[in-house]
């Protein structure tokens, strides 16, 4: 086996995987574990795909997906930021997995430095790991806002002793629920530009705020790699369906990799997703009831003794402090499943410093789920 093979589990999937082989055997399995909407896709998505199945005729698409999708994107940008973006810099992908991989492979070489939070997404340092590059963590708290800051950047290259090639910045951001306001985004990337730093902006979770500004990085510059999904707010996980946008002058470059490593994005899904964002009303009617399971975890979870250790703005996850009943989250989150049938995830996946004392817990799931497994928790830490 090679080196690159030698990174760290997602331990959120391993924890879904075991929750599953329980839910199989019969247990009544309540998963908090992973983002992973109770919602389905919406119903003109499903139609649009339903007459695709019927026609028959999928095929291959161009690398960065179709032009009918690309403006329809472009024109939910203008409709949504008052932003006017060329469809010829959306790339579509397969899922905003592919994304990363794409921009880390065409913004970087191996050994370069790239900048993340910590708390953050664990696939961001694994994929960088199994890619040769070194992931600065930096710390975010409630002294930085709980985000970056061009002022702990360079911090962090100081300490690394080299430059920073790239930052990488989610917002709202996985597991915290920050959402970074556009003034803030606008220094970091200016601080960027001028230090001829990549600045990727990891936006998946946009739709999915609550409290706060949300704003896209395109709105304080063009000189930015924007990452997002119609997995979350559009409730399209296991569709795959991603997409980025590029500066004009990297296009090609992320094209060619794409080509060769994914051919194309799957037709069935770019058909879903373009009728997808015509969806916003029904769309907005899943996020109201996110947001009313978010009122009650910020409601039940301090009343059982988890205390919420970010501002669960956006997205939809609790981060949690566990330290009043453990010191190793991993072995609470196995204990919760086996014991209680609760599923959530262990913060060591989001935090390899702190996070033995953290856990995540996702409320994407269905009100009645959120207040049965508040019950049971309540209940097993009396």
């Not at 960027?192 to 409290?211: K, M, N, P, V, W």
């Amino acid at each position: 086996m090679s080196k690159r093979s030698a990174v760290e589990p997602f331990h959120a999937m391993d924890v879904l995987a075991e929750a599953t082989r329980r839910r199989e055997a019969g247990h009544p399995v309540i998963s908090m574990a992973v983002g992973q909407p109770v919602h389905p896709a919406p119903k003109a998505a499903l139609e649009a795909a339903r007459r695709a199945l019927e026609d028959g005729r999928l095929g291959y698409t161009d690398a960065l997906g179709t032009l009918s999708l690309k403006t329809a994107i472009a024109e939910d940008y203008q409709g949504r930021h008052g932003l006017v973006i060329d469809p010829q810099r959306i790339a579509v992908t397969t899922g905003s997995s592919a994304g990363f991989n794409l921009a880390f492979l065409a913004l970087f070489d191996p050994g370069d430095c790239v900048a993340i939070a910590r708390p953050g997404y664990p696939a961001y340092r694994n994929i960088m790991a199994a890619l040769g590059l070194r992931a600065v963590e930096i710390e975010a708290n409630a002294e930085t806002g709980f985000t970056l800051t061009p002022e702990s950047l360079e911090r962090a290259a100081a300490e690394a002793g080299r430059p920073l090639r790239g930052v990488l910045l989610a917002s709202p951001a996985n597991p915290t629920g920050t959402v970074t306001g556009r003034a803030r985004l606008k220094s970091l990337a200016e601080y960027c530009r001028a230090q001829s730093i990549a600045f990727i902006s990891d936006e998946i979770y946009h739709g999915l705020t609550f409290a706060g500004e949300e704003a896209t990085a395109l709105e304080v510059s063009d000189d930015v790699v924007v990452i997002n999904s119609f997995s979350k707010y559009y409730c399209m996980t296991g569709w795959r369906i991603g997409w980025m946008v590029l500066p004009e002058s990297q296009v090609r470059a992320f094209e060619r990799i794409a080509q060769s490593l994914y051919i194309s994005p799957p037709e069935l899904s770019q058909i879903a997703a373009e009728a997808a964002l015509g969806a916003r009303q029904e769309l907005d009617g899943y996020k109201r009831s996110y947001a009313a399971n978010r009122d009650l975890l910020l409601k039940r979870l301090p009343e059982i003794g988890l205390s919420i250790a970010s501002p669960m703005d956006g997205a939809f996850y609790a981060y949690v402090d566990v330290s009043r009943f453990t010191n190793d989250s991993m072995a609470f989150a196995r204990r919760m499943l086996a014991e209680i049938n609760v599923a959530a995830t262990p913060g060591h996946d989001f935090d390899p410093v702190e996070g033995h004392r953290a856990m995540r817990f996702s409320y994407a799931g269905s009100a009645e789920e959120m207040t049965e497994a508040m019950d049971r928790i309540a209940r097993w830490l009396k």
